[in-house]
Structure formats: structure tokens, C-alpha cells
């Protein structure tokens, strides 16, 4: 067993080489290091020391520095340590000598070498692994060399310069070397754990056995060939019978811990395994195993092991579930075993498992709007939430989102799974002509720190389809919606924008009119434009008829994504002909004074409107009104007594006057004429030119109308 004082020196020794080589890190790694002494510890009984140089022994004390070139030997009762600057320790035996050849490190790599010259005896080497696969760890005897990268071993050495080469732990090589075309090379042979290798002085490598449970013992007449006669009780002189003194028994439990995973992420469980072996040369019992980590005791399947043999953890598994604060890693954790072995006496062993931890510090932001389309002119209203979706806790959380600027979450610390929403909005964008062309995108950015110091961050854009109007509407108006052959029709126009993008070059014309001025011809949404520079007039010719008249005019421009945006108006004058006609009749066609005539009128609507008419006939004096649709007519009698003195022919005269809905009008005449019989005669006398007194005179007398015809008079006698 090591000592207490062979632990402090242990850690004296690791300390200066740490030291030493943060020294040459700091140079640049060009520095020489300083090799550590080796400390010789634990001298009990018969202990001696040959310095370099020197050609005398000297008593040996605990905590004497043995360099390169010394050699110690020990008597039949002597037993000392040899602890070395990379942590290894040689256990000198009973009747042993060995002397320090070598102790370097490359000032380059920092790679280890020690080299031990062991001339007689038995040592027990514990070597500390060494992961550098240039360093080493050699003790060379008369019939070859042991070398080691770490394990623990036993090298015996008879006075006739037989080696053994027993593995306890580990495995090692053993060499010798050879004659290969008039060159010396090294042969070696694996020797693993349990197992020994013998071999004589210049014979070949002996084979690789079983390892004995006891050492060989040297000759009875040892001859060491490197010692004076009077060595003061070296061999088997000054110890009283020169036997060979069985190596003390080693009591030693060798603890393995090994994780199922080299690498474990947050939230992932590690299954863990034990194996505990009795390294030693004794038997312990009473073995528990304990791990702090995994709750406590762990069940072994025996606690009872004779040498070599090996107990494994059961009635696991035996787990853990890494969490968040076993970060930053890596989780180390230390198991210990404990017994009592056969002297009574305490045991125990440690081994720490190291697993590499990872994690991951993620936040996932999910953003969203109330619609999937929206025009311009419509308002969005956004939502946001984030999730801790990594293992770690994340505090400090903003969230910015360049279109709306800062978003309030609720809450700003979320362990792994929690999820944290927008407050206090509504966070809403209305849609702007300058967002086209579609679609919108914008994109909110999520920021926190994890619980390692790190940042962490997500993003996420959502896209509307944008869509927009791009509309002018024209409006055409005439002074009146009728108008007939002859007549001006002014026409006047306006142009809104009833869209959501600004429209520029507009131009309007009308294939009536020609070109029609605008101001102004770029409009915004909402915006109107007016005719200027007119007036613009259509006068009606006949060629118009029957009408409608109806003309069409169009406005065109171009929108601010490039389109083309258009309207067209129809403007409709009804085109008509006012027309009236009047006729009068009499019902006899001569008339005395004093004769009643019987006039007929009647007003005909000749036109294409309705008609309200009044007809006046002066002769009359009658006025008379009406309504006459197209194509009808109204009829009106009157009676009229020919006055004395009337004119003859009696002509008179009816004026018909129409009126349509606009107030149009139109008159038509019409005459009748009635001959007039006035009552004359003439009388013509006829008798003889002479006669004489006494004769009877006749005489003839013809009355003649004088119209009408000759008519019979009466004779009227004298």
C-alpha cells in the first residue's frame, strides 16, 4: 500500500511539472524543462544509496532526491519507493538494486522517458498511463528490458540474471535484443494481463504463460557482478542465510467506471457500469461501491474477491439524466469502492468517469397575420410567440420586428418548453402603395441569452399576398338629356381615381369631341381631374336621327406598377322632331247672311314626342286644348251664323300650337273659306218707242237675278 507521505510527494512532484510546463507555454514551448528529482520515500529496514560519482553507499532517508546515475539497493529486511517526476512509482523490494539510467523530457513535445537498470532482485512498477505515445517507461535487466505505457507490473531478477516479467494490471512488453545482419535489434513480446514471460541472460524470449502465484527464488549463492564483497549484508551476506524473501503481500481493488456514451446532450440519460477487480495480492472482503451521483450504493454481484478475480455492478441500470445545470460539462463523477482485506485492513479505489456534455440554445419564433391577402389600403394585424425549444434557459428575450419596431412578450425568461406571446397590442400595418408589388414580407427577430452567457436568436418572416386596384372612373355629362335637329349639346367631363395606386399620363378623348384637356393628369388615390379649355359642343344635324345620339368617350393612364388602367362613359341625347298639323272644314260650301255653318277642326300630332296643344280660331273666337300622342289626332266642331255684312268669301283661319315635356314647341294653321250669297235683280222694261194717245201700250218687263242663275220672277201686273 502506498503511504500518506508517498501521496504528498506525489502531488509535490505533479505540481512542479504542471508549473514547469505553463512556464514553457508561456516562452513559446522553446524553454528546456527543469526534470523533476525522483524522491525516494518509505525506506524501511536495510536502505542504501551509491550517488553518481560517488564509490561509497550511503544510508538511504525518506524524501532523498535520487537523479540519473544513482542506485539504490536494499538489504533482506529493506523496502523503499521510488516515486518519479510523471507520477509513476517503482516498489524496491527485499535484496533488490536498481539504478536510474535515464529521466528525460523532449522540450518540444513534453513527451516522458524513464529508464530503470534493475540488476537484482524485485520491483513492483506503477506506471501512470501515458497518453503521449512517445513517452515511456523502460526497466531494463541482465536478459532484457520491460516496457509500458502504463499498467502496473512486476519485474524479478534472479542472481543469474533471469527475468520474470509479471502483469498485473494493463499490459507489457518484454524485449531483448538481437543480432540481425551484423545489427542489433530489439525483439519484444506482448505480455497482458495475468500472464508472465521468462527469460535468461542472451537466450531467447521465453514464452508467455499464466501468470504463478509466487515468485521463484534466487540461487543460494547469489554472485552480483556489480558489487564489492563487503556489501554489507547484500545477497546472502549480513542477512544471515542468503535465501530469497517472498515479496510482502499487496492488498489492491481496482475500481472501473464506464458511461454507455462518450457525449450526452441535455435531457439525454447516461447508463452507467461497474466492474471492481482484486488487483492485489490478497483477499477482500466486505467490497460496497458507492456513486454520489446515481443516488448512493451500487450493488455488486459479489462482495467477496480473491486476487485477479472481478465483480460487476447488477440490479441497475444505473442512470442519470443530464440537466441544464450540469453544464457547461464536462459531468465528472467519482464512484468508490471500499473492503477490508485479509490482514484486517482497508482498501479502496476511485475512478472518475468523464462524459462530454452538449447542448442546444434555441428560441423558435413564430410570427403570423390575420390574413393570407390583403389590399392595399387594408390594415394586418400581426401576432408573434416564442418558444424555448432548446435545453437550456433562456432569459433577457426581445423581439423586434423592424415593420412594427419593438413587441412586448410575456414572459422574457422561458425554460426548455415554455412558450412566451405578444401583449399589449394590437400590432397592425396598413398597407401602403410604396409595399407593392406583392408580396409583403417582413421579418421579426427574437434575442436572448442562454443560461451559459451565449446568445441566442430565431427569425421568422411572414408573407401577404398583396393585391390593389388600379382604377379611373370617368364621368360624361351633356346640358340636356334631349335635345332636336338644329340644337347645341354642351358636353362637360370629370376623371376620379377610385383606386389604390397613383395613375399618371392620363389622356381622355372622345371620337365627337376630339381631345379632351385634363388638369391635372397624374392622380393619387381619391384624386380628380377636370375638363379644362372648353367649352366642348355638338350641334344636332339631321343626319342624327332618329336618334339616340350616343357617344363614348375614353380615359386611359398608367399605374405605378406599369399597367395600363382605362374607363370609358356614354353620354345619350335623345334626338326628336316636334310636329304638328291642323285641319278645319265647313259643312256647306256657299252660305247665305243669316246661315248657320258647322266648322270642323282637327289637330294631328305629326311628330315623334307627346304633345299638349291649344288650337284658336279667331273667327271663332273658340280656343281649345289638348293632349295628343305621336300619330293621333283630336277633332272639334263649332257652329257659326253668317252675319249680315259677312265677308264673301267668308275666310277664316285655326292655329294649332303643340308643347312637348322640355317645353318645345311647334304650330301648324290651317283656313276654310264658305262663299256667301247676297240677293240682287234687275229689272229690264220693254215696250213700243212711240204711240198714240188712246193706244194700249204693252209693256214686258224681265226680272234677272244676278246670281244663282236666270230665275222666274213673278209678274206683277200694273
Known amino acids: 500500500m502506498l503511504g500518506k507521505g508517498f501521496i504528498l510527494r506525489l502531488a509535490i512532484i505533479l505540481a512542479a511539472l504542471v508549473v514547469a510546463a505553463l512556464l514553457s507555454a508561456c516562452g513559446g514551448g522553446k524553454e528546456v524543462f527543469s526534470i523533476p528529482p525522483t524522491v525516494l520515500s518509505s525506506p524501511t529496514g536495510e536502505v542504501m544509496v551509491l550517488q553518481e560519482g560517488s564509490t561509497e553507499w550511503t544510508e538511504a532517508s525518506a524524501g532523498m532526491d535520487i537523479g540519473m546515475g544513482d542506485c539504490v539497493k ?31 523530457i523532449a ?3 513534453g513527451s516522458t522517458f524513464i529508464k530503470v537498470w534493475q540488476q537484482v532482485g524485485r520491483t513492483i512498477n506503477r506506471v501512470e498511463q501515458l497518453a503521449d505515445p512517445a513517452s515511456g517507461y523502460e526497466v531494463e535487466t541482465p536478459a532484457g528490458a520491460s516496457v509500458t505505457r502504463g499498467t502496473r507490473f512486476e519485474v524479478l531478477v534472479g542472481w543469474d540474471g533471469i527475468t520474470t516479467l509479471k502483469t498485473f494490471s494493463g499490459e507489457a512488453w518484454f524485449c531483448v535484443e538481437v543480432e540481425e545482419e551484423e545489427e542489433e535489434e530489439r525483439e519484444c513480446i506482448l505480455v497482458p494481463l495475468g500472464m508472465q514471460c521468462t527469460t535468461e541472460p542472451g537466450g531467447p524470449l521465453g514464452e508467455v504463460t499464466p501468470s504463478d502465484s509466487d515468485s521463484p527464488a534466487p540461487p543460494e549463492e547469489p554472485a552480483p557482478p556489480s558489487e564489492p564483497e563487503d556489501d554489507g549484508g547484500w545477497g546472502g551476506g549480513g542477512g544471515g542465510g542468503g535465501g530469497w524473501v517472498p515479496p510482502p503481500q499487496v492488498p489492491e481493488l481496482t475500481l472501473t467506471k464506464s458511461a454507455d456514451v462518450a457525449t450526452a446532450n441535455v435531457g439525454e440519460t447516461i447508463t452507467y457500469s461497474f466492474s471492481v477487480e482484486n488487483t492485489g495480492d490478497t483477499t477482500i472482503s466486505g467490497i460496497t461501491l458507492s456513486d454520489p451521483l446515481l443516488g448512493g450504493t451500487i450493488t455488486l454481484d459479489v462482495s467477496t474477491l480473491a486476487p485477479d478475480e472481478t465483480a460487476s455492478s447488477i440490479d441497475g ?6 440537466v441544464e445545470d450540469d453544464l457547461p460539462g464536462p459531468l465528472e463523477n467519482t464512484a468508490t469502492v471500499s473492503g477490508t482485506d485479509s490482514q484486517g485492513g482497508p482498501v479502496s479505489d476511485k475512478d472518475t468517469e468523464s462524459v462530454m456534455l452538449t447542448y442546444t440554445s434555441e428560441l423558435t419564433l413564430s410570427k403570423s397575420a390575420d390574413v393570407a391577402t390583403a389590399n392595399v389600403g387594408d390594415t394586418i394585424t400581426y401576432s408573434f410567440s416564442v418558444e424555448n425549444t432548446g435545453d437550456t434557459t433562456i432569459s433577457g428575450i426581445t423581439l423586434n420586428d423592424p415593420l412594427l419596431e419593438t413587441i412586448t412578450l410575456d414572459p422574457t425568461t422561458l425554460a426548455p418548453g415554455e412558450t412566451a406571446n405578444s401583449t399589449g397590442g394590437p400590432y397592425t400595418y396598413t398597407v401602403v402603395e410604396d409595399d407593392l408589388p406583392s408580396p409583403l414580407d417582413n421579418e421579426a427577430t427574437v434575442s436572448g441569452t442562454d443560461s451559459q452567457g451565449d446568445p441566442v436568436s430565431d427569425k421568422d418572416t411572414e408573407s401577404v399576398v398583396l393585391t390593389y386596384t388600379s382604377e379611373l372612373t370617368l364621368t360624361k355629362s351633356a346640358d340636356k338629356d334631349s335635345a332636336h335637329v338644329g340644337e347645341t349639346i354642351t358636353y362637360s367631363f370629370s376623371v376620379e381615381n377610385t383606386g389604390d395606386t397613383t395613375i399618371s399620363g392620363i389622356t381622355l378623348s372622345d371620337p365627337m369631341l376630339g381631345t379632351i384637356t385634363l388638369d391635372p393628369t397624374t392622380l393619387a388615390p381619391g384624386g380628380m381631374a377636370s375638363s379644362i379649355d372648353g367649352p366642348y359642343t355638338y350641334t344636332v344635324v339631321e343626319g342624327d336621327l332618329p336618334g339616340p345620339l350616343e357617344n363614348t368617350a375614353t380615359v386611359s393612364g398608367t399605374d405605378s406598377q406599369g399597367e395600363p388602367a382605362s374607363d370609358t362613359a356614354t353620354w345619350r341625347v335623345d334626338i326628336y322632331r316636334l310636329g304638328i298639323s291642323v285641319a278645319k272644314s265647313a259643312d256647306k260650301a256657299t252660305a247665305n247672311v243669316g246661315d248657320v255653318i258647322i266648322y270642323s277642326f282637327t289637330v294631328e300630332n305629326t311628330g315623334d314626342v307627346d304633345l299638349e296643344f291649344t288650337a284658336y280660331d279667331s273667327l271663332l273666337n273658340v280656343s281649345w286644348s289638348g293632349f295628343i ?11 257659326y251664323t253668317v252675319p249680315q255684312g259677312a265677308d264673301d268669301p267668308l275666310v277664316n283661319e285655326v292655329t294649332a300650337t303643340g308643347t312637348d315635356d322640355l317645353g318645345k314647341t311647334v304650330t301648324a294653321t290651317a283656313t276654310c273659306s264658305v262663299d256667301i250669297l247676297h240677293p240682287e235683280i234687275s229689272v229690264t222694261k220693254e215696250g213700243p218707242t212711240f204711240a198714240y194717245e188712246g ?11 244676278t246670281y244663282g242663275g236666270p230665275r222666274a220672277l213673278y209678274v206683277i201686273s200694273p
Open 107 to 109: 522540450e518540444d513535445t
Open 695 to 705: 193706244d194700249v201700250i204693252t209693256y214686258t218687263i224681265t226680272n234677272v237675278p
Open 629 to 639: 300622342t305621336q300619330g293621333s289626332s283630336a277633332t272639334l266642331s263649332h257652329p
Open 74 to 104: 536494499t538489504g533482506p529486511d529493506g523496502n523503499a519507493l521510488l516515486m518519479f517526476f510523471e507520477g509513476s512509482v517503482m516498489e524496491i523490494e527485499e535484496d533488490t538494486e536498481v539504478c536510474i539510467e535515464e529521466l528525460s
Open 317 to 322: 441500470p444505473y442512470t442519470y439524466t443530464v
